[in-house]
Structures are given as C-alpha cells and as structure tokens.
C-alpha cells in the first residue's frame, strides 16, 4: 500500500503544483511555430518579389488570404470548440498548421503563386481557431486574477516567434538560396509546436483525472478553495457593476459592499456560470445590446492592429529602400518591437488597471501611433542608420498598450453575457482590417511606384505608404477622443477601474 504522502502526491492536481506553470509554457509555445510561420513571407519580402516576380499587391496578398477566412470563422468557432472539446481542437487546428505550412513549403520549393496563397489560407483557418483554443484552455487551467497574468503571456510570448523569424529567415535564405528550404525550416517548428500542443493535451487530460480524484478525497478543502474562488468571482463581479452606476452609486457601493455579500452570492454564482459558458462567438440577438462604447472601442482596435500587422508586412522591404539596410540587417531591426512589446506587455498589464483613467491610455495608444508614423515617415538616411530604429521602439509599446489596455477593456464595455459575442465580432472586425489593409498599401505603392520623370521609385511609393499609416493613425486619435468624452459623459465603465485597496 502507497504510504499516505506518496498517496497524496498521487491525488495532487497537476494545476496546484509547479506543473501548472509547465503548461503556461507548453500554451505559449503552442503558438510560438505559428507566429514563426505567419511572418515568414515578411522576412523575405524582397527574394518572394523578385523570384516569383510578384508586385506589392500579389505579395500582400499571401497576408490577406490567411486573415479572409477568419471574416467569418468567428461566427462558428466558439461552437465548434464547444462540440468537439478544448483539447481535440488543439489537436485538429494545430494539424491544419502543419498542413498549411507544408503546402507553402511546397509552394516555395516550385515558385507557384497560386500554392503559397492555398496553404496561406489553410494555415490562417487553423491558426485563429488554434489561438481560440489555447485561451479556452488556460481560461480552465487558471484561476482568479492569474488568468489575466496567463492570457498575457499567452498573447505576448509568441511574437517572439516572429522575431525569431525576422533574425534567422533572411540569413537562412542567405546561406541556401532556396525559399522552400527557409519555409521548410519554418515547417519544423511548427512541428515543434504542435509536439508542444500534445504535450499540453497529455498534462490537461491527466489533471482531469487527478482532479476527479482529489475532490473525492478532498471534499473539505475543496469546498473552502471554491469560496475563495467565489469571493474572487465576486470582487471582479462588483468592480464591473461599479463601473454600470453613477458616480454617488460608485462611492455608496464602496461602502456597503461588504454588508452585501451574502445578498450577491447567488447573483455572482449567476455572473460565474454565464462567464464560463462564455466563447468567442457570436449571437446575433445580442448585437442590439452592445452599446456605442464598444463599437467605438472596436473601431480604435481594428484600427490599431491595422497600424501594427500591415506595416510589419512590409517592414523588410521598407527597412531595405527607406533606410538602405540590407535583407539580414532589416531582418535584425524588426525584432525590435516583438521583443520589446513581449517584455514589456506584462508590467503594462500589471499597472494598467491601477490607473482609473484607462480610456485616457487609450488615446495616449493613438498618439504614440501618430508619433510613430511620422517618424517613419520623416526620417531619412542613405546608409543604414540606428536612429531608424527609434520607430520601431515606440511601434513595440503601441503593440504593448494594445495587449495590455485595449484588449482587456472590451469585457469592461459589455455585460458577462455577452463576452463571447462582443470577442467573435472583434476578431470579424479585426480580419476585415488584416484582410483590406495589405491590398489597399500595395494598391497606394504600385499607384506612386512610377515618379514624375517616369522611372521606377519605390522610395516614392514607400512616402505614399506612410502617408496613408500617418492619416489612419490621427483618424484612429480622433475615434480616441471621442471614446473619451462618450465614456466621460456617460457611463464612465472605462474610467472608474481601481483595484481596492485591502
């Protein structure tokens, strides 16, 4: 007979133990391969063009077709998860991304157009829906206010995949020659990927078990952690209602909420319920119950990661002519922000919601996109210069306060309920923009390619790109600002957020 400490290492869920921050890691690196691959066309931009003899706009082509499928995929995915469980989906989506990339593979080794673009479309089926996964995972495995710190990490940890792809493509492609050879490499990490996805599966399944078993022989110490889990359910049920009432109903609430805890047990226990059934789908009888903060705060969003992808898209090249770096050394430069947005994303995050004026960071966001784009417009060198790099810098930051402030602030703008939906319509706004925006910047660069005197100028048609990203980012301020006095004089449901103080 196992002795009684053996027996209760035995019984231990893994997600009580160091296991559970094993499998935070196993979740980010489940969608590390797919950010290696997903920017992999943008490290090579210049030897894709020039092999395949693609234009700006077939070349951005191979980023619209990824996100165009996922125009729609939010209205479904949510329930398919739903049908056939967390841990199949990972196994499926993550399967589709193998296949995906081995047709872009494949696509590389015969210069066919038409191949890249198929397995770019497979690959951004399985991707959205694998993302949506690996939060409905996490969302199970923590618990409380950990789930923020989980989600975070989940989010900002796999752009360090792209930056790995931005460092080592170019000098792969250096050293081979051959785009299906650096694809291929790219296709290897996605495996590693999906053996980390296994892996996850394996350890879900197992807590599962040991889970079972711990609440029978626990039944004491698990009905004390589900208060503490409710009580904690409760302080972020109050903190939402808070944000709903006037500004004598904040500070009355202040004060009686501790004589009211008994009499919200059931309303919380309500909120707990509808918050665990919630995923990222849409129902379309909610749409009339989502009010103007939301669909003002999509629009910053949508607008925001269109400032943010499509540029990267062509960052390379850009870097190339703008700048005078080559493909390796422009490959080195855009890892700056996915590094600096993954380290900086998590303190943004901890200290976002200890400021009450969030949607005043919110315009601050739109601002440092302005400044941005300027920058990347007005500067100029005819070597490669590191003041080229200062862009780059603040443009991690904008990604940062992205992640960290107006992602989180859409549950804050909506009821419990309506979380799943308010999420799915974000991501067909935000596909819609990853869709649109790469052919309308190729569109402006091949219309400006041609100067005055009639020669090929890609510089000029670089200018024009900006200009565009410029007048985007003061449109996406002035939505800002709007924002702003909408939730001053309203609601005030972005302006109230403060933790209290214990």
């Not at 706004?429 to 660069?445: C, E, H, K, V």
């Amino acid at each position: 007979m196992l002795d009684s400490k053996q027996s209760y290492l035995i019984k231990q869920p893994l997600q009580k133990t160091w296991v559970l921050w094993l499998a935070l890691g196993l979740a980010c690196f489940l969608l590390f391969g797919d950010a290696y691959a997903f920017d992999n066309p943008m490290a090579l931009q210049s030897t894709i063009q020039s092999e395949m003899n693609l234009n700006n706009v077939q070349f951005n082509m191979l980023y619209s077709i990824y996100s165009a499928p996922n125009i729609i995929l939010p209205f479904f995915g949510g329930i398919l998860i739903d049908k056939i469980g967390v841990r199949v989906s990972i196994l499926i989506f993550s399967s589709i991304l193998i296949l995906g990339q081995t047709i872009v593979v494949i696509g590389g080794y015969t210069l066919s157009y038409g191949t890249m673009l198929a397995g770019r479309c497979i690959f951004g089926i399985g991707s959205e829906s694998l993302n949506a996964a690996q939060a409905a995972i996490m969302s199970q495995w923590f618990q409380g206010g950990q789930v923020s710190l989980a989600l975070g990490l989940c989010l900002s940890i796999p752009k360090l995949g792209s930056a790995m792809n931005s460092f080592v493509s170019p000098i792969i492609q250096a050293n081979h020659g051959n785009l299906g050879f650096t694809f291929l490499i790219g296709l290897f990490i996605v495996i590693f990927s999906w053996g980390c996805g296994v892996a996850l599966i394996y350890l879900d399944k197992k807590n599962e078990l040991l889970m079972n078993i711990w609440k029978e022989h626990n039944p004491v110490q698990e009905i004390k952690e589900e208060k503490k889990e409710e009580l904690q359910n409760q302080e972020m049920s109050l903190q939402i209602k808070k944000s709903e009432t006037t500004e004598s109903d904040y500070s009355e609430s202040l004060l009686t909420e501790d004589d009211d805890n008994d009499e919200n047990d059931d309303e919380v226990e309500e909120q707990q319920k509808n918050e665990h059934e919630a995923k990222e789908e849409i129902k379309l009888s909610d749409l009339k119950h989502l009010d103007g903060s939301y669909w003002i705060l999509s629009c910053i969003i949508m607008l925001s990661e269109a400032l943010f992808v499509p540029f990267l898209d062509n960052g390379n090249a850009f870097f190339q002519i703008k700048f005078g770096f080559s493909q390796q050394s422009a490959g080195v430069l855009l890892t700056i922000p996915y590094v600096f947005a993954a380290c900086v994303t998590p303190f943004v995050g901890i200290y976002s919601d200890k400021i009450r004026q969030r949607s005043l960071l919110i315009v601050l966001t739109t601002v440092i996109f302005i400044i941005t784009h300027l920058c990347l417009l007005l500067i100029y060198c005819d070597s490669a210069c590191g003041v080229s790099a200062l862009p780059l810098l603040s443009l991690g930051i904008c990604y940062s306060f992205y992640s960290a402030i107006l992602i989180p602030s859409i549950p804050l703008v909506v009821k419990s309920q309506m979380i799943g939906t308010a999420f799915g319509l974000l991501g067909v706004m935000q596909n819609t923009a990853l869709a649109l925006f790469p052919l309308i910047t190729g569109s402006i660069y091949n219309s400006h390619l041609i100067n005055q005197q009639g020669q090929l100028d890609p510089f000029q048609g670089y200018v024009y790109q900006s200009y565009f990203f410029v007048g985007v980012s003061c449109f996406n301020f002035v939505i800002a600002i709007t924002l702003y006095l909408f939730d001053k004089n309203g609601s005030k449901k972005l302006s109230r957020l403060k933790s209290k103080s214990k």
